[in-house]
């Protein structure tokens, strides 16, 4: 079941704050979780309202894609973007770096079909907007605010946007096997936590993408997970994590955390509201986003 947003959902009253972009080019290289290739990409300083682009340089004429909900193609188990024949995949861990580190405008030069994982999370992507450091535009960033509630299901799993009057993000998540279980995190970008250990560079872009351990031959024999390693994603079976130790109690939960921004960033600014997710998807994520578009 969709629930969309109404008319009325978003106020048309917004508040403005100075977009930002990058002071200087960057470059990680690094290997796909699906494709297996390994791609370059560079982050590279854009011009106000221009947006979060990726730029597919190994291809001809450069076509560009822009992080927008519109360009979503497929979202299993990544989030993949097109434009007409140009694609990028597992883009949601970048783009939360991104949005994490409040960057409106930038242009992302790939050489591939897929993002590198690095190391699974978006830890290396953060340290890397870090070294390019970031610069304050004259152009406004339109700040938004849900105003009613809106909620995409599927069964148990659920995303939801309630009105709120800070930005705030709440994940749960609930696996049988044990070593998981049923965790929840709770994260806002607040000035305070800017400088704290609540800080997302220090509480959510750490946290590792993970996997479970009696499902990796079926995906790999379906052509997924080709770049998938124990150096980049944490793995877990019956008896607890095959590669610990984690870097948080209830790293998962931020992981999925950090997936959800990632996919609402493709609404450009992020409207204010309360982002409840349980169990969700990058289908359901990219759904509520296109709800609130």
Known sequence: M????????LDSSPISTPQRSLQTTVSRAGVGLHT?????VTLEPAPANFGRVFVRQDLAGQPEIPARVESVRQTLLSTELVQGEAQIRTVEHLLAALVGMGVDNVRLVVDGPEVPLLDGSA????????????????????????????????GDAFVAAIPASEL???????????????????????????????????????????????????LREKGLIKGGSLENALV????GWVNPPLRFANEPARHKLLDLVG???????????HY??????????????RSLS
């Open 123 to 154: 830890r290396e992507w953060v340290e890397a907007i870090a070294q390019a450091g970031v610069v304050t535009q004259s152009a406004p960033r339109i700040m938004r605010q849900v105003t009613e509630p809106v909620w995409i299901r599927d």
């Open 168 to 218: 705030r993000f709440t994940y749960g998540i609930d696996f049988k096997l044990p070593a998981i279980g049923n965790q929840w995190h709770s994260w806002a970008p607040t000035p305070e936590a800017e400088t704290s250990e609540l800080a997302f560079q220090t509480a959510i872009a750490p946290a590792r993408t993970f996997g479970l351990l009696h499902q990796i031959d079926a």
């Open 2 to 9: 969709q629930v969309k947003a109404s008319p009325l959902a």
């Open 276 to 289: 409840l997710a349980y169990k969700a998807s990058h289908s359901l994520h990219t759904q509520l986003a």
């Open 263 to 273: 996919d609402l960033s493709l609404l450009g600014v992020i409207p204010t509201a």
């Open 236 to 239: 877990c079976g019956p008896e």
């Open 36 to 40: 297996g290739a390994t791609v370059n």
